[in-house]
């Protein structure tokens, strides 16, 4: 079969490798959509350690089941099915104690971070456990599913949250998980929703999708915008999407006292924490890893057209062209958003 190869760092190739075949409790999905993250990109340089070549990379993807482990049942051949980027094992206390994306010597499709090595999707055909798919509803294609991940991330941490109805709330950094922080925390009417980023692009596309105030941090007053919106207090929830020391830093500061903190980006793997600010102001920072078995109700989401995906795709292309547009992504080329590739 044709597929997309990290051969060295920054060095990707389209050639002929070995089909995967299924385990006994797997499936073989013929990939039809594949859609290229933010986290492969920067995988594809060697910066975050996760993507040691030789590597298929991949994993928000959508496709046909076309044959089955001996031990796969529920399934047909035939199936249109997307299916969660976390592999993890079903009899680990965390999986049990529903926490899975936690779980002790979990996977992710399309890493190698030198624990292990799993092939994903950018390929023609791709092997998944069965208990980590979900069947597609008729009316989404399979370019619409390649885009459930990014936003089952999304919806995740705001299941972290616990945000309740009416309390306001800020997505600082609105790229492609933070665009889908704003869709679905806009579902909930919050009082204001704030978006911030350094991209009048990509804030004007947040507030078609919802936001109410959008602040370009790089020429306004953020605290000040803020408090003028809040009753002087601060925002209740800010969910932080993008993982760098300054945005970080900007979340906490316009949090209000009390508040929470929702870390969902991870550029930076160490930053300078404003410690005083968050225990002298009691500030609750959270966490957010992965999905946590949110893909069925971004499914239903999509399938009802509450949460739009069309607009955030730039392109679907076929994976011959798979490494320029790696090239495009990486070198951060104005107004592209989503790349889909399909083999």
């Known amino acids: ?77 035939g199936d249109r099915v997307t299916f969660d980027s976390t592999i993890y094992p079903l009899n680990d206390w965390f999986t049990l104690n529903g926490h899975y994306n936690l779980s002790e010597n ?34 989404v294609s399979f370019e619409q599913a390649a885009m459930v991940e990014p936003a089952a991330v999304a919806l995740h941490a705001i299941n972290q949250s616990g945000i309740q109805l009416g309390e306001s709330a800020a997505v600082v950094g609105v790229g492609m998980i933070g665009l889908f922080l704003v869709q679905l925390l806009a579902l909930s009417n919050p009082s204001p929703l704030f978006a911030i980023d350094i991209e009048d692009s990509k804030l004007e596309m947040a507030k078609k999708f919802g936001a109410e105030v959008i602040l ?24 932080e999407a ?15 006292k009390g508040g929470k903190v929702v870390l969902v980006g991870n550029l930076s793997p160490k930053i300078d924490f404003p410690l005083q600010s968050v225990v002298t102001r009691e500030i609750k920072v959270l966490g957010s890893c992965a999905i946590r078995g949110e893909y069925e ?8 057209g509450k949460i739009q995906v069309d607009d955030m795709i730039s392109s679907v292309a076929p994976l011959s062209e798979g490494a320029d547009w790696f090239k495009r992504l990486y070198n951060k080329e104005p107004g592209l958003k989503k790349v889909i590739l399909v083999p």
């Open 1 to 77: 079969m044709k597929a997309l190869v990290l051969e060295n760092y920054n060095e990707l190739v389209y050639k002929d490798v070995e089909e995967p075949v299924p385990a006994k409790n797997e499936v073989l999905v013929k990939v039809k959509a594949c859609g290229i993250c933010g986290s492969d990109v920067h995988g594809m340089d060697g910066s975050t350690g996760r993507r040691i070549p030789p590597i298929i990379m991949g994993h928000e993807a959508s496709g046909i089941i076309t044959a089955l482990g001996s031990e796969v049942s529920g399934w047909n051949i």
């Open 106 to 139: 979990r996977q992710v499709l399309g890493v190698s971070p030198g624990t292990y090595k799993k092939h994903g999707a950018f390929a023609e055909y791709v092997t998944v456990p069965e208990h980590i798919l979900y069947k597609l509803p008729e009316n």
């Open 216 to 239: 370009n941090s790089s020429k306004d007053e953020l605290l000040k915008e803020v408090l003028a919106r809040t009753s002087k207090r601060g925002v209740d929830h800010v969910f």
């Open 242 to 256: 993008v993982g760098i020391g300054p945005t970080v830093n900007n979340a906490i500061e316009i949090v209000r």
């Open 297 to 304: 109700t971004v499914l239903q989401l999509i399938s009802a």
